[in-house]
């Protein structure tokens, strides 16, 4: 992937969500909204987490939504939301500031995705991209943690 | 070689995201190693000397009377917490 991760169509800052289910499905509607998952992903997204455990937070502060590619993806595509108020997952100790979601279509293809949120985290840029408001801003920052 | 399997629900996002910060404290500790990753299902059957996976999924494994050692982690890219848990395992098996 050679063209910025995210633009207009896949980033909202500051989103208000009621808990971690919703901060889910308004993650993954980012995904829906540009064709890369079908309607039933968030939901397969929440029954794997309450099946398995929040898998999905990876390191404190950051979730990335995902599952099978069998389980609604139809491209490879990421989102980036920042919660207004951070949500606990379940028999988590800190909560979620940031959630990128992404949909893979096999089992190699996302590999620049994983990358760049391995990056974050290694980097240090969670609290930095939870404050944040401008999808410039975002992008430089993430340029800078990629390079 | 040492093989290690990284285990998370979809086998695809966070036990990819561990597996690269699994490679990362390998080369920074100079241990060669065969690094792969799964979703849990698939697990089961795996040959593989060390399972690593997340806390969540720790009362999961233990069902099952697995020979290889398992560690669990709290944050699965805590390249710290990664080094602490692995080493004293590759000490064991005399690959440190």
């Known amino acids: 992937m050679t063209e910025t991760y995210f633009t207009k169509d896949n980033v909202q800052f500051n989103v208000e969500v009621n808990d971690w289910k919703d901060a889910i499905y308004k993650s993954v509607a980012l995904l829906r909204k540009n064709g890369f998952v079908t309607d039933d992903y968030a939901t397969e997204v929440i029954n794997n987490v309450k099946k398995y455990g929040p898998y999905i937070v990876i390191y404190p502060g950051i979730a990335i939504p995902h599952t099978r590619p069998e389980n609604g993806a139809l491209k490879v595509g990421v989102s980036l939301v920042t919660l207004k108020t951070p949500v606990y997952f379940k028999d988590t100790s800190s909560p979620v500031k940031i959630m990128i979601s992404f949909s893979a279509t096999d089992n190699e293809q996302h590999l620049e995705i994983i990358k760049m949120i391995v990056k974050i985290v290694e980097n240090g840029l969670i609290d930095k991209i939870s404050t944040m408001t401008s999808l410039a801003d975002l992008n430089n920052l993430i340029g800078d943690g990629i390079s | ?96």
């Open chain 2, 1 to 96: 070689m040492l093989q290690i399997l990284v285990v998370c629900g979809a086998g695809l996002g966070s036990s990819f995201a561990c597996q690269m910060s699994v490679e990362s404290v390998l080369q920074d500790i100079g241990v060669k190693a065969s690094v792969d990753h799964s979703d849990i299902s698939s697990a089961a059957g795996t040959r593989a000397d060390i399972i690593i996976s997340g806390k969540n999924f720790e009362s999961q494994f233990r069902r099952y009377d697995l020979s290889m050692d398992l560690i669990f982690l709290d944050r699965l890219v805590d390249k710290k917490e990664i080094e602490e848990k692995l080493v004293p395992v590759l000490k064991s098996k005399g690959a440190l």
